[in-house]
């Protein structure tokens, strides 16, 4: 990390951080598996971008092992239709939920790094932007140079030499021979100036290959826009995938779970896509950010054909390496500069003495404002080809891409490897549970339409649904008691209702002698396997003890209507009480 000395002004050289060093030791392999000599970062060399490659391949081969190991897992578990064993899925609902919290928090660490990662390229964009403009104002500085030597002083002083100067001084010839000596001493200095100053401005202001870094900060910035914002919504979409998952575990939805694992299996793939994506820039950032002056300057050499002194002068500015490859060019046109001031001053005092205003102006001002001009600028130009300012932005450059930007992309490619790594185990664990929740009643299978069945024979199951609605299940397969021949309670014989009204409650029996006699009736049958009369008298069937929910509304249709039931048995199950005989299977027949 570069650090500047507030006591001497003095800007340490930049330092290869921590990350850059773990990830520069990443193994650089060809295809054929052999380890690269030279892993310096060499962009134009198609070995270095084919050991990247592979390196970005590592995460893709695993998902795609990741992608067949999930698909097999399914393929066995939706064919396994014997497995009927009961299981608790509140432990595994609760494994859910507490790993896509832990899921949620190593996004969190994406976003972070995802931050930390935008505001190191904003740096990077805005000490680049200032090495720009440092090096836009050389040029200027120089070009101006050259402007106002040629346009202004040699200008200026051609329409003098060529006017007013031509007319001898009779008074004094002397001075005349001095005015038009100085003014060849400026003709020549002009010329020795600019030649000069072409040393310099051909090395940075080159029509043919200007030296522009201006492209860079505006493409960093502009695909900046881009990814930033893509990268908060993929870690966004992601977060509500886990808080899916989180509801779907507490509410015991199985539809929310299935969603679940078609939207995490998704989110697999794009994870290990990024994951791919970053462990490749990373290696290619810690490569450059380990010797990143290097390939800097053979990056300027090649693309603005600068000098190897030049370079170097610049990017690497400290106390022992101050000398400035400019320094001949800038003293020559110094001293140029120096005599053409002396020069006008001493033919401005000679014009003036002994030539009329309008003959000299305004060449003649102008000539003077010019040459003050050149002074000004040459100061300026000595300033500004100093390589301390520009040194200073190159460092924090440095430091923004290869110690925020890099620790963040750092942070995202782990962030993204273990959240696909959870996603995986919540899919599998996810799909393990929502394929063995009930989600339908097994219901009683009956031969003949019975609305009697009672309560009895239905047992309340779990939960099933997607709201967790109850839902009621029949154990077993019942059939309906066959029917039976008349006796006291049903229809066909002596029962308490008749088709017409109250039956009597005394009979006709025949006894011993062949008499027929008039005897009450036997009360009502003992309770047999829970069939029994109400206490109105009305037939209800008991369940468990209690009276029965299909029987209650037929007593309560009775009474109100008064109409007998339908059936053989007015909605009773026959029994046999104390009273009647033993049935045989000869007497039906």
């Known amino acids: 990390m570069s650090v500047t000395h507030v006591t001497h002004h003095i800007q340490s050289e930049y330092q290869p951080t921590l990350w850059a060093v773990l990830l520069h030791q990443v193994p650089h392999v060809n295809i054929t598996f052999h380890r690269l000599e030279d892993e310096r970062f060499r962009p134009d060399s198609e070995l270095y971008l084919e050991s990247l490659g592979i390196i970005g391949s590592v995460p893709a081969a695993w998902l795609i092992l990741t992608l067949i190991i999930l698909l097999i897992y399914l393929l066995t578990r939706c064919c396994d239709t014997k497995n009927n064993k009961k299981r608790k899925s509140r432990p595994i609902r609760c494994c859910l939920s507490f790993f896509s919290l832990v899921c949620c928090s190593a996004l969190g660490a994406g976003f972070y790094g995802n931050h930390v990662f935008h505001a190191g390229a904003e740096q990077f964009s805005q000490s680049m932007v200032h090495m720009d403009r440092l090096v836009q104002h050389a040029q200027k500085q120089v070009k101006s140079f050259n402007d106002v030597l040629q346009k202004e002083v040699e200008h200026n002083l051609n329409n003098l030499y060529d006017g007013a100067f031509q007319a001898d001084i009779k008074q004094d010839k002397a001075a005349h021979y001095e005015l038009m000596e100085n003014s060849d001493f400026i003709f020549y200095n002009v010329t020795d100036g600019l030649k000069a100053m072409d040393k310099i401005r051909l090395q940075i202001y080159d029509p043919k290959t200007p030296i522009s870094?201006?492209?860079?900060?505006?493409?960093?910035?502009?695909?900046?826009?881009?990814?930033?914002?893509?990268?908060?919504?993929?870690?966004?979409?992601?977060?509500?995938?886990?808080?899916?998952?989180?509801?779907?575990?507490?509410?015991?939805?199985?539809?929310?779970?299935?969603?679940?694992?078609?939207?995490?299996?998704?989110?697999?793939?794009?994870?290990?896509?990024?994951?791919?994506?970053?462990?490749?820039?990373?290696?290619?950032?810690?490569?450059?950010?380990?010797?990143?002056?290097?390939?800097?300057?053979?990056?300027?050499?090649?693309?603005?054909?600068?000098?190897?002194?030049?370079?170097?002068?610049?990017?690497?500015?400290?106390?022992?390496?101050?000398?400035?490859?400019?320094?001949?060019?800038?003293?020559?046109?110094?001293?140029?500069?120096?005599?053409?001031?002396?020069s006008v001053k001493r033919v401005n005092a000679i014009a003036r003495q002994h030539y009329r205003e309008n003959q000299l102006n305004p060449s003649l001002a102008n000539l003077v404002e010019a040459s003050a001009n050149t002074v000004t600028l040459m100061g300026d130009l000595n300033n500004s080809l100093k390589c301390d300012p520009l040194y200073r932005f190159y460092n924090d450059a440095l430091v923004a891409a290869c110690d925020q930007g890099l620790f963040g992309l750092f942070v995202m490619l782990v962030s993204a490897s273990i959240c696909a790594l959870f996603f995986t185990i919540l899919v599998w664990c996810n799909s393990h549970t929502w394929i063995y929740f009930k989600h339908k009643g097994k219901y009683v299978k009956v031969e003949d339409q019975d609305p009697y069945m009672p309560l009895s024979t239905i047992d309340r199951g779990g939960r099933g649904g997607s709201m967790g609605a109850p839902i009621y299940q029949r154990s077993r397969t019942i059939h309906t008691p066959p029917q039976t021949p008349p006796y006291h309670g049903t229809l066909n014989g002596h029962g308490t209702m008749g088709a017409l009204g109250p039956l009597?409650?005394?009979?006709?029996?025949?006894?011993?002698?062949?008499?027929?006699?008039?005897?009450?009736?036997?009360?009502?049958?003992?309770?047999?396997?829970?069939?029994?009369?109400?206490?109105?008298?009305?037939?209800?069937?008991?369940?468990?003890?209690?009276?029965?929910?299909?029987?209650?509304?037929?007593?309560?249709?009775?009474?109100?209507?008064?109409?007998?039931l339908l059936g053989p048995n007015q909605g009773q199950y026959a029994t046999l009480s104390k009273g009647c005989k033993t049935l045989e299977s000869s007497d039906f027949y």
Not at 229 to 257: K, N
């Open 213 to 342: 870094i201006g492209p860079i900060p505006k493409s960093v910035l502009n695909a900046e826009v881009l990814r930033w914002p893509i990268t908060m919504s993929l870690l966004g979409l992601f977060s509500l995938f886990c808080l899916l998952l989180f509801i779907g575990a507490i509410v015991h939805s199985r539809a929310t779970l299935i969603v679940f694992s078609v939207c995490g299996l998704f989110s697999i793939i794009l994870l290990w896509l990024l994951a791919s994506i970053y462990v490749t820039m990373a290696v290619a950032l810690a490569d450059f950010c380990y010797k990143p002056t290097p390939w800097v300057q053979l990056a300027l050499n090649h693309s603005f054909n600068l000098s190897e002194d030049i370079s170097k002068y610049y990017l690497r500015c400290n106390e022992h390496s101050k000398q400035n490859p400019f320094q001949n060019a800038l003293r020559d046109s110094q001293r140029a500069v120096f005599d053409i001031e002396d």
């Open 504 to 564: 009597p409650q005394h009979g006709h029996i025949i006894s011993k002698n062949g008499t027929m006699e008039q005897k009450p009736l036997p009360g009502p049958p003992t309770l047999h396997a829970g069939v029994g009369y109400g206490n109105n008298g009305a037939a209800a069937t008991m369940t468990l003890g209690r009276r029965g929910h299909y029987a209650s509304l037929r007593a309560a249709r009775t009474a109100d209507a008064d109409l007998p």
